[in-house]
């Protein structure tokens, strides 16, 4: 089972039926979290996923409406008498900031904490992130308001490519990580620093060759129909439009 899919689609405004954007990917037995919106924990049982599964958790950023909920996911796993470590994925920046926010709530006080595993990624182009049986996930440095890495997936067995841009304005960086992937999942806040349109997510998926591009991470004043006009006139595969708990299963790409 190769799958993606979308746990909360929204921007940094979530609204009724869309939680802020994070994603879930799936391959044969391990679910791996990218992101931790809000608090993970019932999106993850209704996307089918026992939260205590979760082993791997990449954090793209360090902005509120994408790390605000690991505090308490953590809490929550460990309230659940989860023993076994979780591995946690990200730039310094990031990782950093959040040990700061987890010593704020004085986690090692909590008796039986299970271990986390913290593993920084360089800023660097196709930084190995993580490799498991049949997948590989790199990671490279984009363009947002602070140090923030977008993510290529490959599915090994199924000879599929996902790449997710996280938040970023259009750059070479995206288009070099996505590069004639099967699937890339674009971010389409509008156009303004740091963050990209959908007609701008169109031309990145352009001279990135994919095959399909997925908005998310878009404001809930755009209708469907107008994000995928847009970037379709950019580009000429086809665009879809992320919802919370869409997926993508690339096993039958």
């Known amino acids: ?24 990917i799936r391959h044969n ?5 990218v992101d931790c919106a809000s608090n993970p924990i019932v999106h993850l049982q209704r996307g089918g996923v026992n939260p205590e599964q979760i082993n791997h958790l990449i954090l793209t950023h360090f902005h509120p409406d994408h790390v605000s909920g690991a505090p308490l996911f953590l809490m929550d796993l460990w309230l659940l008498g989860r023993k ?26 909590w008796p039986g904490f299970f271990p986390l595993e913290y593993r920084v990624i360089p800023e660097v182009e196709k930084a190995k992130v993580l490799t498991l049986d049949g997948l590989e996930i790199v990671a490279s440095p984009v363009k947002h308001l602070l140090p923030t890495m977008g993510i290529r997936i490959s599915f090994n067995h199924s000879q599929k490519v996902a790449a997710y841009s996280s938040d970023t ?29 959908s007609r701008q997510a169109g031309e990145v998926a352009q001279k990135a060759g994919v095959k399909r591009l997925y908005l998310i991470h878009y404001p809930a004043n755009l209708t469907k129909d107008e994000l995928i006009r847009d970037a379709r006139d950019a580009f000429e595969g086809e665009v879809f439009v992320c919802e919370d708990f869409m997926g993508i299963d690339l096993t039958e790409e």
């Open 1 to 24: 089972m190769d799958q993606i899919i979308f746990l909360g689609t929204a921007n940094a405004i979530p609204a009724i039926g869309r939680e802020n954007t994070h994603l879930l």
């Open 29 to 33: 037995q391990e679910s791996i979290l």
């Open 84 to 109: 076994r470590p979780l591995f946690i994925y990200g730039l310094e920046h990031t990782l950093s900031r959040l040990q700061a926010m987890m010593e704020l709530y004085d986690w090692r006080t």
């Open 169 to 197: 304005e259009p750059c070479e960086e995206v288009v070099r990580l996505a590069k004639d992937a099967d699937v890339l999942i674009h971010e389409a806040a509008g156009h303004s620093i740091g963050h990209t349109s």
